[in-house]
Each structure stands twice: as structure tokens, then as C-alpha cells.
């Protein structure tokens, strides 16, 4: 499927502007892409760049590969319990108060990245067993609708967007 299959009662309309950045692709092929094209990315960025934040109180790129990996559990949990469980309704999550609590800045950028890979290599595995159908159960997250074909969208387009701050305002 790709994200032009989505209908408007999938996702909350605030969430579109991450959607829109997944392109035609379907949401394996955003998935793996995405993957390798992270780890690339955060491989490539000088290590004099990964602990800087362009202003007081920004996250460093460090802080953003953490924020990633915590998103990419948060909705791919979101959309297990959409497939697995009827009429769920979850909680949101303040991505701050993740990010204030990550230690990021003390772990290594190798580390980082392993545990991304990890995570983005279970999600890919959670996205392969579910049925199209089933993908397009949908469920409440922070009290708006969410599909969770739409979740992994979201988690694809999400990414692209820290990448491409990164590269506008870090280096």
C-alpha cells in the first residue's frame, strides 16, 4: 500500500505534513529505505556536529537519532495494538520529557545507531505480518483516529523530517 490509500479518517489532519513526505513508495519499501538511508545519514554527520544545538533549549543530533528511535516504538506499539486489539485508545506521549530522560549526549553515535537499527529492523518485522486489511484497522492515539497503516507512514515521514532540520540547521 501507499500512503495515497489513506483516507482522510486515518490520522489526525496535523500528522499530514509528515505523510506528505513519504513520496509513492509503499510502506516497506518507505520502511527499509528510510532505514538505510538514517543510518547513512547520522554515520555522516562530523562527530564536532552530533552534541551541537543551533539554540538553547534544541535537541542536539543526538537527541534527534534518540527522539526517532523513540518514536518508531511508540507508533509501531500504536499500531500493534490497532491490529491486535478492537477499539484501542491510547495515550499520547511528551516527546520532551523522552528526550530529557534519554541520556543521549552520553552514549556514542555507533551505539545510537545500532539501537535504531535494531528497533527500525523489529518495526519492518511488525509492518511484514500484518494484512492490508488488518492495516487498516483503526484505533484513537491522543484522542484523535489513527489507523495503523497510517502510524507507520507517520513514523517514515517523521524521520525524513528530523533529517532534513538536521541538515538545514545543523550543518
Known amino acids: 500500500m501507499i500512503k495515497d490509500q489513506l483516507t482522510s479518517g486515518e490520522f ?24 538505510d538511508d538514517t543510518i547513512q545519514f547520522f ?3 562530523p562527530n564536532s556536529k552530533l552534541e551541537y544545538a543551533y539554540a538553547e533549549g534544541k535537541w542536539t543530533p543526538k537527541d534527534l ?16 495494538f490497532f491490529v491486535r486489539s478492537k ?12 528526550a530529557k530522560n534519554s541520556n543521549a549526549n552520553t552514549r556514542t553515535i555507533a551505539n545510537l545507531i545500532e539501537e535504531y537499527k535494531a528497533v527500525r529492523n523489529a518495526t ?14 483503526i484505533g484513537k492515539a491522543s484522542g484523535s483516529a489513527l489507523s495503523a497503516r497510517a502510524a507507520g507512514f507517520i513514523i517514515c515521514g517523521h524521520e525524513i523530517h528530523h533529517t532534513e532540520v538536521i541538515q538545514e540547521r545543523y550543518l
Open 65 to 80: 537519532l534518540l527522539h526517532l528511535i523513540d518514536v518508531d516504538r511508540v507508533f509501531s506499539i500504536r499500531a500493534l
Open 43 to 45: 554515520e555522516s554527520i
Open 12 to 35: 489526525d489532519p496535523y500528522y499530514g505534513i509528515y505523510i506528505d513526505k513519504v513520496g509513492e513508495k509503499s510502506l516497506l519499501d518507505a520502511l527499509k529505505e528510510g532505514r
Open 124 to 137: 519492518i518485522a511488525l509492518f511484514e505480518s500484518i494484512s492490508e486489511d488488518v492495516l487498516k484497522n
Open 87 to 98: 477499539d484501542a485508545n491510547l495515550s499520547g506521549f511528551d516527546e520532551n520529557a523522552f
